[in-house]
């Protein structure tokens, strides 16, 4: 997941203190934070000009099995690549392009991937375990979650889609307005980040002064909603299925 702010030294300060995840890499303009299944948090400066087109929210990306077959499947159903692919086949790359409503995603190769470490930091954060964006076109984003992605169905209903990932991760899209929908998911996708407990994330953010905009049990674990420096917002969730490691 990325996100390019004109706020970068809050962010960073937000992803690195607040949520105390481990910083992997840094330059100048840039910061990736690694989780503990070797998936990362970017942040870019908007002032370094990298990636002019972050501007749609959080860029969530996908891992696919195969890399070419996943573009040219996209571009196919008429999805417009963002520049070409970058990184280095058999190791790790990347490929940005816009899905319904404009936003921007990424499809990601990362054949290497090494096996998934402990829980990281205070708030025991796992990896990106969810991610939900409300839409006003919310059929054209169900069908790209469906028929494009392919992504079997956990729920539906006429204002609402969830699909499980392999990895008992998920997607959800809300219609906009409804009575499902959250009304500060106005950012663009909202990426959730897998904690191990979120009653104790939540007290240890609410020491650091951070009150969730909205949070809530569920029989799935529980999530909590919070707003970052770089204006968008994101969600800590617990699964009741727990983290292999």
Not at 38 to 51: M, P, R
Not at 151 to 164: I, K, N, Q, Y
Request: negative net charge.
């Amino acid at each position: 997941m990325g996100t390019r702010s004109s706020a970068f030294n809050e962010t960073v300060r937000f992803f690195q203190q607040t949520l105390d995840l481990p910083i992997g890499n840094r330059h100048h303009g840039f910061v990736r934070f690694d989780l503990a299944d070797a998936g990362s948090v970017e942040v870019f400066d908007a002032a370094s000009g990298e990636y002019p087109h972050f501007s749609t929210g959080p860029v969530v990306g996908f891992d696919v099995e195969d890399f070419d077959q996943a573009r040219y499947e996209l571009e196919r159903k008429g999805f417009s690549m963002i520049a070409p692919s970058a990184g280095e086949p058999g190791n790790y790359r990347w490929q940005h392009f816009r899905g319904p409503d404009n936003l921007v995603f990424e499809i990601v190769d990362y054949p290497g991937r090494p096996l998934p470490n402990p829980p990281v930091g205070r708030l025991q954060a796992t990896k990106l375990v969810w991610m939900g964006i409300s839409t006003p076109n919310f059929s054209p984003v169900a069908q790209f979650f469906q028929e494009v992605l392919g992504l079997p169905v956990e729920e539906e209903t006429a204002d609402l889609l969830e699909c499980r990932l392999p990895d008992g991760s998920s997607v959800e899209a809300f219609r906009r307005g409804s009575e499902v929908d959250h009304p500060h998911f106005r950012t663009g996708p909202v990426p959730g980040i897998g904690v191990v407990d979120i009653d104790e994330a939540v007290r240890i953010l609410r020491t650091q002064g951070t009150t969730p905009l909205e949070s809530r049990h569920s029989p799935t674990g529980g999530w909590a909603h919070i707003r970052a420096p770089d204006g968008n917002v994101y969600e800590l969730k617990q699964s009741a299925l727990g983290y292999q490691w």
